[in-house]
């Protein structure tokens, strides 16, 4: 980011508080972005165990692929997904809160005996595969909102700062050998009309004499 200035007061006055403004949001961007490295990291972890629970139902689910082709599965249906928003680090996410299920009735007596069982294992399959996608969500969002505090870190502590930083230096410099360049020109004009007053006073003198 180019960082447009004058050479003058007002400028400098801008830039100081533009640059105090920046040093103070600093340490808050630094602490959002250390938070959320670690609910990143918390977050991944659970979306892999979650990834290794999926896989352990998986298998179990093809051990029993033979007696599976038995079972109805239009007795069992997802009706509704119950979720809330959470607060993690001031990234809003989505929470699963509740999975709603609707079943057929059956025979028990002329169905397998394994069925209520079947019931429990869908229900178990699914909700962690629901709640493996929520979780995969929150991953997102919350690597998604640390990458952007990082840049924005770096771009404070790496770009901005020390631009603004050079920029008023380089404003101060500037207004210093101005005055400094005033002072020597006020000095030599003081200087030649003090000479040209000596000479007039001189050239007087003489003329008083003759």
Sequence with gaps: MAITYQFNKTSLQTLEKDLKMRQRSLPTLQSKETALRLEVKKA???LDELDQEVERRIKDYDQ???LWGEFDTSLIHVDDVRMSIKKIAGVRVPVLDEVVYSTKEFSLFSSPK???DGFEQLKTI???GI???FVRRKVDLLEYARKK???KVNLFEK???PGYQEAIRKIKRFMEDEENLNKSSQKIIKSKREKEAREAEEL???GGNA
């Design 44 to 46: 991944k972890h659970e």
């Design 64 to 66: 029993m692929i033979a």
């Design 114 to 116: 394994w069925f209520a």
């Design 126 to 128: 699914a909700d962690v």
């Design 131 to 133: 709640r493996q996608e």
């Design 149 to 151: 505090t990082t840049q």
């Design 159 to 161: 770009v901005q700062i």
């Design 204 to 206: 007087k003198q003489k």
